[in-house]
């Protein structure tokens, strides 16, 4: 006789919800029971739920969908929207519900180290070093590389290819873009902003923007550029 999964609720319904219900559907790590907003954006996510062909439920009611033991496990899936405070509000919100939070480490990720926070989201591809500790709720997207002693506190979201080198502390509510390098050894303090394909060689202070210089748009088309003859 199998073991049966534990069932549960995904916080959100937008299509960065869907492609993590899609991914958990993939690798059979949980059953999912459907979605789950607050009881005032029910009408409006409803059409999107209805559309992937997922379950939606008001958030403060799910204690009466509880498990055989009583518990409610949930997955955090909002965004980085407001430095990543709107999905911190929700997180307390459904503590304060008594729920549970769990874990998504996809199993195509390479994960050396024992992550012990809760609420975490860990993409397929991501590749997590050793004497790496998470705290709860952050997200590491696909083809980040967290070299090796680095503290991750909570709240945060490294975005695609982001690779950090060793002895780095982030804090809370920070924001890392797509294709972000920090150099080790360096603090980046809460809230910082860390843009796409930005080079961080220094500790930041809380609240600090860092981005790198704007792409070049030339005049020339890129049949100029590669010397291939325009088509007709």
């Given amino acids: ?60 009611n799910l204690s009466q969908y509880a498990d055989e033991n009583g518990v409610v496990y949930v997955l955090n899936t909002l965004g980085y929207t407001n430095m990543n405070r709107t999905r911190q509000k929700i997180q307390a919100e459904c503590l304060s519900l008594g729920y549970q939070s769990v874990n998504y480490i996809s199993d195509r990720a390479i994960v050396l180290s024992k992550l012990k926070g809760t609420g975490n989201i860990v993409f397929p591809g991501a590749y997590i070093g050793t004497n790496i500790s998470i705290g709860d709720c952050n997200v590491i997207y696909a083809g980040c590389v967290l070299t090796h002693d680095i503290q991750i506190e909570s709240f945060n979201f490294v975005a695609a290819n982001v690779t950090i080198g060793g002895e780095v502390h982030i804090g809370n509510n920070c924001f890392l873009g797509m294709g972000a390098t920090l150099k080790n050894r360096i603090n980046v303090s809460d809230f910082s902003l860390i843009g796409a394909s930005a080079y961080l060689a220094h500790s930041t202070k809380k609240c600090e923007v860092v981005v790198p210089e704007k792409s070049v748009t030339l005049s020339k088309s890129s049949f100029e550029i590669s010397l291939t003859p325009k088509p007709e």
């Fill in 1 to 60: 006789m199998g073991v049966s999964m534990r069932k549960i609720f995904i916080l959100g319904a937008t299509k960065y919800s869907f492609m993590i219900h899609e991914l958990i559907c993939q690798e059979k790590q949980y059953e999912i029971v459907g979605h789950s907003v607050n009881e005032k954006y029910l009408e409006e996510c409803r059409p999107l739920c209805d559309e992937a062909g997922v379950e939606l439920f008001p958030l403060e």
